[in-house]
């Protein structure tokens, strides 16, 4: 059995316990990871990434440019065996997860402009500007210590490195915690990372059993930023039990899909499938919920039927839209989902079929769906769309803003005049007028509402979530 070593404090560790690494795309066992089951042992962790943090805060900007960008490199010349530990890991296309790949060293290269610009930059008060008299006020940008690093599964590098480049990069040490379908992943970032040459300490995976140990993590007195992406029960308890630290949350979404009445709809559908099923639909960002007035509800409904009638279903090796589900669990909750629609009054629009063997769910578009059906509020992270007829404009805004989530929104219309006072009402992170939801490109920031997240995430928001001021003021 292939039996994997974390990076702690500079040293490839084992543990007696193991996580088990399964393969979703058949349910077997890939690989065992250290478990590191023992509350000394974690606390140790985290006094050593603080000690590191001590002498590495004091390096140079300029050495720490180079390392992340030697880091990005190793990256980028492994991509191809990278991409092949996520698609077998989490069961994402190959190309996809290729393309994942690129993206975070892409992430790692912007960081160091970015980092640059602002540390190049400080920000100054003086009578010239602000008409500040007889000083000259200059506030600089520095780490913050120990940042706690805890990511999901669904995109095991780029959610990693989104988090890992910023906090590295302004001096911060990090400790992290993958998602266990995605320790294998994170163990190689930590490889590469040892490779390029960071000190020990500076950098540490800690596989281990969130359940157990959660709040043990999120609550150590040397972490002073965390950043988390995963579910909202998970992220407001971190947000009760945590205090006086950065805090930045991604915890999901249920993000509609508004279609106006003057919509182009040829380009809606096409947007709302890509935007629903992609990565059979295990994205925050996925749209996981159609609006559409009875105007435009049946040929609208053809259109999508057509586009997902034809979506490739398939193994990751082979690059289909649809992918097996990360586990059978969520197989079953979606199966769940979709009977619950069912039972009262909704339409499968495609037969229902599952592959167990392989965590397969075929892909479903749910018609006539309603407010009394689990499927119009809860997150299914599977290629399942329910479809909501609305009689009037108002009562579509309603219902949008009912949902505990606000990650982001899409409308759809081809008329964009006063189109940012409708964007406006909806209460989301962010509105994409005529484009199916996303995350990228990671410039922009990134950030959701009520039980969608709390703090901002995208390039520039990310480093200055894990630093912070020092200001000096030379009185003159
Ligand atoms: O699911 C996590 C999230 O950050 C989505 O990213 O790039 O698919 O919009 P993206």
């Known amino acids: 059995m292939n039996q994997i070593k974390t990076l702690i404090n500079g040293q490839f560790i084992n543990t007696k316990n193991s996580l088990e690494v399964y393969n979703p795309a058949n349910n077997e066992l890939l690989a065992l990871v250290p478990n590191i089951d023992d509350e000394a042992q974690i606390n140790d962790i985290f006094k050593q990434a603080h000690n590191a943090y001590l002498k590495y805060k004091d390096s140079s900007i300029e050495d720490r440019v180079a390392l992340l960008e030697k880091f990005a490199s190793l990256i980028e010349s492994n991509k191809e065996e990278l991409a092949t530990i996520i698609m077998n890991e989490v069961a994402k296309g190959y190309k996809d997860s290729l393309v994942e790949v690129e993206r975070s060293v892409e992430y790692m290269r ?6 640059l610009k602002l540390i190049k930059n400080p920000t100054v008060f003086d009578q010239s500007i602000h008409g500040v008299k007889n000083k000259v006020a200059t506030y600089y940008r520095l780490p913050v210590g120990v940042v706690l690093a805890i990511s999901p599964f669904n995109y095991p590098i780029n959610l990693l490195i989104s988090k890992l480049a910023p906090a590295l990069v302004a001096g911060n040490s990090v400790v992290y915690k993958p998602s266990t379908q995605g320790a294998m992943i994170g163990i190689k970032l930590a490889e590469l990372a040892h490779q390029a040459g960071y000190a020990p300490g500076v950098i540490n995976c800690l596989t281990t059993d969130a359940r157990k140990y959660g709040d043990l993590l999120v609550t150590n007195q040397y972490v002073k930023a965390l950043s988390f992406t995963g579910g909202p029960k998970v992220g407001n308890r971190m947000a009760q039990i945590t205090s006086k630290i950065s805090l930045v949350l991604e915890l999901g979404g249920k993000d509609p899909a508004l279609v ?21 639909g295990q994205r925050c960002t996925a749209i996981k919920r159609v609006f559409v007035s009875s105007k435009n509800h049946d040929q609208l409904l053809t259109l999508i039927n057509q586009k997902v009638n034809q979506l490739t279903v398939g193994l990751p090796k ?13 197989v079953k909750y979606n199966i769940d989902l979709l009977e619950d629609a069912k039972s009262k009054g909704a339409v499968w629009c495609q037969e229902l079929k599952v592959d ?4 397969l769910l075929y892909p479903m578009v749910v018609d006539q769906v309603n407010e009394q059906m ?27 803003n009912r949902s505990e989530y606000g990650l982001q929104a899409s409308v759809f219309t081809s008329n964009l005049d006063n189109i940012e006072q409708l964007a406006l009402q909806i209460e989301s992170g962010t509105i994409n007028i005529n484009r199916s939801s996303s995350r990228g490109p990671d410039i922009l920031p990134f950030f959701g509402v009520k039980d969608s997240g709390f703090g901002i995430q995208g390039i520039v928001d990310a480093i200055l979530s894990m630093t912070t001021i020092k200001g000096v003021v030379i009185n003159k």
């Open 110 to 115: 912007a960081t160091n402009v970015e980092y």
């Open 260 to 280: 106006l009445d003057d919509a182009d709809l040829e380009l809606a559908a096409n947007e709302i499938v890509k935007g629903a099923f992609s990565y059979s």
């Open 318 to 330: 082979d690059n289909p839209t649809i992918v097996p589900l990360i586990n059978n669990n969520t």
């Open 356 to 359: 167990h063997s392989h965590n």
């Open 374 to 400: 689990r499927i119009a509020w809860e997150e299914p992270f599977g290629p399942i769309l329910p479809i909501i007829v609305y009689d009037h404009l108002d009562q579509a805004l309603e219902l949008i």
